[in-house]
């Protein structure tokens, strides 16, 4: 007579020519086709699974039916509940994904696939570090899975990325600043120079606003909803910061805009368009002006230069007046020290002067 099988180890019975298993999971009851016309392979079968259970995981059958789609709404939904910026980036990396990956399974989204997927993104012509940054959310999206027991951490494939290119090295030195700062419409002047001088980025700066200004502390504190990092960035207004909040606050007064919140502003009619003298103007936050920095760099002879590089620039502009390293993170909202050494790039003028300063102080005259 067969040994009858405790209560726990679940059973196993005939489904027409294939044997199936049933067991127990979290008071739930599960039944899975063992895929076999052999009671003892079907046996074999309960016991893995019974003994994946005893150590803890889930059954894998659950993990079976998550779907990239799942993935993707468990992505967004985690996105907006934790405030991250960057959210149409993310939307525009999951739409390229979904031209490949859309209706599959989870758990058949593997290696293979995942680098066809990178040869045709690359063959389209986008950038190798493109490519990284939409197998960056496809990543993130399997490891949220993982979090919310919607995949199993061994069934994650291997998602390997391009090799880093070599950081950017766009800069401009003060006497090319001094050249674009001319070109510039006057509303976009202040904006040069305030990122010139503490190397915010763009987004940073058009969103700042009176209500983080402390001008009799001369303080500027940026929201940790503001800043990449998430976290809040108190930095002190420099002379230079200063006058150009200074001036910003006149002009708001002459503009007739004592109540616009945003520090820097353009004014604009109604329509939008050109402004003329007789027409009613109002105070508009400054959105994308691409063109018109386009023009401004062509004007100052930097084609190609890009408003981010003013970030570069002016983090080495601080290094090279004294500035310790510590406190121009702290000022340029670099988080972590490996990011901030790719926009320190030390170039042979750096070199020149650091060795000539060694000279004088090193006395050669050995009579």
């Avoid at 062509?298 to 570069?312: C, M, N, P, S, V």
Wanted: glycine fraction near 6%.
């Amino acid at each position: 007579m067969a040994k009858r099988r405790s209560r726990g180890e679940g059973s196993v019975y005939l489904r027409g020519n294939t044997w199936w298993i049933q067991y127990r999971a979290d008071n739930k009851v599960y039944n899975e086709s063992a895929k076999t016309d052999k009671k003892t392979d079907a046996i074999e079968y309960l016991k893995k699974k019974v003994g994946e259970i005893a150590a803890g995981h889930r059954p894998s059958i659950e993990f079976e039916k998550t779907t990239f789609e799942d993935l993707k709404k468990t992505y967004l939904t985690n996105f907006e509940k934790r405030g991250k910026k960057d959210k149409e980036r993310a939307e525009l990396a999951i739409q390229h994904l979904e031209e490949v990956f859309k209706g599959y399974r989870a758990i058949d989204i593997r290696e293979q696939g995942i680098e066809e997927y990178s040869k045709k993104r690359l063959e389209e012509g986008v950038t190798p570090s493109t490519v990284n940054r939409e197998l960056s959310v496809l990543r993130a999206m399997f490891r949220l899975g993982v979090k919310y027991k919607m995949a199993s951490a061994d069934r994650v494939p291997f998602i390997e990325m391009h090799p880093s290119a070599e950081p950017r090295q766009g800069f401009i030195e003060r006497e090319q600043y001094e050249k674009l700062l001319s070109a510039c419409p006057e509303w976009l002047k202040p904006v040069l120079t305030f990122a010139f001088q503490t190397g915010w980025r763009k987004e940073e700066i058009l969103g700042l606003e009176w209500a983080h200004v402390d001008m009799k502390e001369r303080q500027i504190t940026l929201p940790g909803r503001m800043s990449k990092s998430g976290y809040s960035r108190p930095i002190y207004a420099d002379d230079v910061v200063n006058s150009v909040l200074k001036a910003q606050r006149e002009k708001r007064l002459e503009d007739g805009a004592r109540t616009f919140e945003y520090v820097f502003y353009r004014m604009r009619s109604k329509s939008g368009s050109r402004t003329t003298r007789k027409e009613k103007r109002h105070p508009e936050r400054i959105g994308n002006f691409k063109k018109v920095w386009v023009k401004a760099c062509k004007t100052a002879g930097l084609e190609g230069l890009l408003f981010h590089d003013l970030r570069r620039s002016a983090i080495r502009e601080m290094v090279r007046n004294g500035y310790s390293e510590r406190v121009a993170m702290e000022i340029s909202g670099h988080k972590t020290r490996s990011v901030f050494d790719r926009y320190n790039i030390v170039d042979l003028e750096d070199q020149k002067a650091a060795a000539q300063r060694r000279i004088q102080k090193i006395s050669v005259n050995y009579s």
